[in-house]
C-alpha cells in the first residue's frame, strides 16, 4: 500500500495556525462551525490533496489574516487554494452587516483629565463594520486628539479598539495598545495609545509619536504596586480615516 503524504497546502496551514496561537477548535468557532471536526481533516497528515477547498480558505481569511507575532498575510492564506480561487471570489464570502459601533470619547496623550470626561462621547456611533475576526460586542471607536499617534494616526482619526479581556484574547508584546494611567485616587486619568514591549516581569509602554512632549516611554513591573495605576484597556486593531 502507498504511504499517504501530507500535501504542502495541509503543512502550510499547520504551520499558519502555529503562528496565530489558535486551536483548530478556535478557528473552527471563528469560522462558524461548532465543532473542530468540521476542519480536522485538512489540518491531518493523511490530507494528501494538493490545495484546500475554494470555500474553505475564503472562510478562513478574516480568520488568520493579521495574527501571529509576524501576522499572517492574506497572500499567504489565499496560497492555500486551487489557483481558481481569485480576491474576487474570496471576497464574495458572506459578510457581517455594518451596525453601529459606539465612539467612546478621545485618545489625549499628556492630557489629564476627570475619569468621567472621556466618555462624554458614549452615545455617539458610527456605522462601520467592525473586525471580523472578533465579536462586535467588545469593539469600539476611540478618536485621536492631538499628537499622540502621530506615527500612525492623525489628529482627527478614530482607532478600531477591542476590549481585549472581553474578548479573551492576550496582549502580545508588539501590539498598539490603548492605555490608562491614574492619578488623585483615580479621579484625573491620562489616555494614551502606545506600543507594548515585554521583557520578562517588565513592561514598557512605547510612544507612536514623532512630538517631543511625547517620547517617554511608560515602564513598570506587572507585580509593583504601582502597576495598578497603570491599565491596558483596548488594544488597536485599525485606524479609520475620514476624507476631507
Known sequence: MD??????????????????????????????????????RYFSQDYSKPALPSDF???????????????VTREEVLALAPDSLT??????????AAT????????????WMEAGLFETDATREATLAGDLRYPEKCQYLLQINGESLNRIA?????????????AGIEIKSGDLVV??????????????AKRIVRRNDEIELRPESDDPRFQ???????HDEEATEVRIIAKILTVIRQID
Do not use: W
Open 57 to 71: 480558505v475564503a472562510k478562513l481569511l478574516p480568520v488568520l489574516v493579521g495574527r501571529g507575532e509576524r501576522p
Open 179 to 192: 492605555v490608562e494611567r491614574s492619578r488623585d485616587g483615580g479621579h484625573t486619568v491620562e489616555r494614551t
Open 154 to 166: 492623525r489628529n482627527g482619526d478614530f482607532i478600531l479598539c477591542l476590549d481585549y479581556l472581553e
Open 87 to 96: 480576491d474576487l471570489e474570496a471576497a464574495g464570502v458572506p459578510q457581517r
Open 3 to 40: 504511504e499517504i503524504t501530507q500535501s504542502a497546502a495541509s503543512r502550510q496551514l499547520a504551520e499558519l495556525k502555529d503562528r496565530t496561537g489558535l486551536s483548530i477548535r478556535a478557528i473552527a468557532r471563528e469560522m462558524g462551525y461548532q465543532n473542530a471536526s468540521s476542519i480536522q
Open 216 to 222: 517617554e516611554p511608560v515602564i513598570f513591573n506587572e
Open 100 to 111: 453601529p459601533l459606539e465612539i467612546k470619547g478621545q485618545v489625549a496623550a499628556g492630557l
